[in-house]
């Protein structure tokens, strides 16, 4: 049984920053891609990053780029995402999500395994 557990959502000023985390089980995800995703009120479920199975490739969407940084610990099966300079339109639930592969490029279709979501509220 594949689970993929996030934590570290919360509520943050805007210029704040936080760090979510994904533990993952079930499988030897060292064999996977790990990213994130987001979904705001209303809106589609976007791309946010992904890192590549050896976390020496990684991958963000442009609106990221320069404030967020994804990493993984492949012996605790865990991936990270740190966000600083968190601005209100970062509000969203934030899912952890896993797929196979080499290049670390996710779509959510491509997407294998999901978790269950973290509400990350970034406040003006």
């Known amino acids: 049984q594949v689970q993929l557990v996030e934590s570290g959502g919360g509520l943050v000023q805007a210029g704040g920053s936080l760090r979510l985390s994904c533990a993952a089980s079930g499988r030897t995800f060292s064999n996977y891609i790990m990213g994130w995703f987001r979904q705001a009120p209303g809106k589609e479920r976007e791309f946010v990053a992904a890192i590549g199975r050896s976390g020496r490739t990684t991958n963000y969407t442009d609106s990221v780029k320069g404030r967020f940084t994804i990493s993984r610990d492949n012996a605790k099966n865990t991936v990270y995402l740190q966000m600083n300079s968190l601005k209100p339109e970062d509000t969203a639930v934030y899912y952890c999500?896993?797929?196979?592969?080499?290049?670390?490029?996710?779509?959510?279709?491509?997407?294998?395994?999901w978790g269950q979501g973290t509400q990350v509220t970034v406040s003006s």
């Open positions: 999500a896993v797929r196979s592969g080499v290049i670390p490029k996710m779509t959510t279709t491509s997407v294998d395994y």
